[in-house]
């Protein structure tokens, strides 16, 4: 069993920063590729970032591409999600999440652990 406990989030102004945290127990994550997946009101949970078990290789959404750097330190067993230049629009519950898969799994089903999910809310 992996626990993910997220952290991080909040409230921020439009072109702000925020630094997320998921910090994983149970196992260590260096086997797990990890994601960061985003459920805004009254819409379905979608991909964000992903980053290989070796955190060699990533993967962007279009809508934060540029924008937001997923890394990870699994010697501290912690994967990071950096947000810049936020938008009113990456306002959503934000959830990290672990995939038996080493590449890059993209879909939510690939993924086994989910974390709890934390609040990021941006004003304009």
């Known amino acids: 069993q992996v626990q993910l406990v997220e952290s991080g989030g909040g409230l921020e102004q439009a072109g702000g920063s925020l630094r997320l945290s998921c910090t994983a127990s149970g196992r260590t994550i260096n086997t797990y590729g990890m994601g960061w997946f985003r459920r805004a009101p009254g819409k379905e949970r979608e991909v964000v970032a992903v980053i290989s078990a070796s955190g060699r290789s990533t993967s962007y959404a279009d809508s934060v591409k540029g924008r937001f750097t997923i890394s990870r330190d699994n010697g501290k067993n912690t994967v990071y999600l950096q947000q810049d230049n936020l938008k009113p629009e990456d306002t959503a519950v934000y959830y990290c999440?672990?995939?038996?898969?080493?590449?890059?799994?993209?879909?939510?089903?690939?993924?086994?652990?989910w974390g709890q999910g934390t609040q990021v809310t941006v004003s304009s």
């Open positions: 999440a672990a995939s038996l898969d080493v590449g890059l799994p993209w879909t939510v089903s690939e993924y086994r652990y």
